[in-house]
Nanobody, 122 residues
């Protein structure tokens, strides 16, 4: 079974940066697309960013384009979300997710981490 462990969340002021990390189990990590999702209080979970198994294809929701960067290091079985110029509206629980092997970055996402809290104050 694939396990995802997230880290890097915290309490920050608007305008600063955070980097989230997601460590994944399994030797087929490079064959799985990875994604980050977030859920703010009282709102539905939304897609934030996704990356293909090779790292050559990425997608972002409009609200984070130009500010967030998803990347992966397949030698370390780890995916990252670099978040710059954070805004209060970025406050949410951020979840790491993975597809099954050879699935598209569009999903479906089958495996999920426990989530890490990101809080941005004004």
């Amino acid at each position: 079974q694939v396990q995802l462990v997230e880290s890097g969340g915290g309490l920050v002021q608007a305008g600063v940066s955070l980097r989230l990390s997601c460590a994944a189990s399994g030797r087929t990590f490079s064959n799985c697309a990875m994604g980050w999702f977030r859920q703010a209080p009282g709102k539905e979970r939304e897609f934030v960013a996704g990356i293909s198994g090779s790292g050559t294809t990425t997608y972002y929701t409009d609200s984070v384009k130009g500010r967030f960067t998803i990347s992966r290091d397949n030698s370390k079985n780890t995916v990252y979300l670099q978040m710059n110029s954070l805004k209060p509206e970025d406050t949410a629980v951020y979840f790491c997710a993975a597809t099954r092997a050879f699935s598209s970055v569009s999903g479906p996402y089958t495996y999920w981490g426990q989530g890490t809290q990101v809080t941005v104050s004004s």
